[in-house]
Nanobody, 115 residues
Framework: QVQLVESGGGLVQAGGSLRLSCAASGSAVSSYVMGWYRQAPGKQRELVASITFGGSPNYAGSVKGRFTISRDTAKNAVYLQMNSLVLEDTAVYYC?????????WGQGTQVTVSS
């Protein structure tokens, strides 16, 4: 089982950048597919980016070219670099680890983009 703790959220102006971190404990991030999800008020949770066992990234169309997911196996952490933020990026961002039929979630971190 893995425990996940997100950090790095906050308030940023449109066009700015933030870097989210997801610190894992209890198991190695490299043994999971790691993903960043977000949920805006009144909307369903959606996948933003993921990184496979082998380290290959995948992105939702809405963030491709602006967000970068990365993994540091030495620190057992996953990151989401978010650039050129827009108002629509405002949401609670969650880190997820998945393997087989198991999914683990962090508590989430709020990202608010202001005009």
């Amino acid at each position: 089982q893995v425990q996940l703790v997100e950090s790095g959220g906050g308030l940023v102006q449109a066009g700015g950048s933030l870097r989210l971190s997801c610190a894992a404990s209890g198991s190695a991030v490299s043994s999971y597919v790691m993903g960043w999800y977000r949920q805006a008020p009144g909307k369903q949770r959606e996948l933003v980016a993921s990184i496979t066992f082998g380290g290959s990234p995948n992105y939702a169309g809405s963030v491709k070219g602006r967000f970068t997911i990365s993994r540091d196996t030495a620190k057992n952490a996953v990151y989401l670099q978010m650039n050129s933020l827009v108002l629509e990026d405002t949401a609670v961002y969650y880190c997820q680890a998945s393997r087989a039929f198991a999914q683990y979630w962090g508590q989430g971190t709020q990202v608010t983009v202001s005009s």
